[in-house]
Nanobody
Framework: QVQLVESGGGLVQPGGSLRLSCVTSRNIFSFYGMGWYRQAPGKERELVARMLIDGNTYYADGVKGRFTISRDNTKNTVYLQMHSLKPEDTAVYYC?????????WGQGTQVTVSS
């Protein structure tokens, strides 16, 4: 069993920044992949950024150059640093991990970008 707890969401103006955190109940090297996903109202959940166990990263086209995924294995935490936020980034952001072929999810944290 894996528990994931996200934090760091909130209301921010366009052009602003936020850093999301996801604390896991296991050593992060237990996971083949760790990622951030988001789901906007009326839309399907989409992958935003992902980091594999070897450190390779993937970013959705719409966030490249603005978002950065990172991890701190001493804190069992994965982060998503978001800059230059846009209204279309508004969504519930979820942390997701894959371990032994199974996916686990956090409860999500709301990010709202609005003036």
């Amino acid at each position: 069993q894996v528990q994931l707890v996200e934090s760091g969401g909130g209301l921010v103006q366009p052009g602003g920044s936020l850093r999301l955190s996801c604390v896991t109940s296991r050593n992060i090297f237990s996971f083949y992949g760790m990622g951030w996903y988001r789901q906007a109202p009326g839309k399907e959940r989409e992958l935003v950024a992902r980091m594999l166990i070897d450190g390779n990263t993937y970013y959705a086209d719409g966030v490249k150059g603005r978002f950065t995924i990172s991890r701190d294995n001493t804190k069992n935490t994965v982060y998503l640093q978001m800059h230059s936020l846009k209204p279309e980034d508004t969504a519930v952001y979820y942390c997701g991990v894959t371990m032994i072929g199974k996916d686990y999810w956090g409860q999500g944290t709301q990010v709202t970008v609005s003036s």
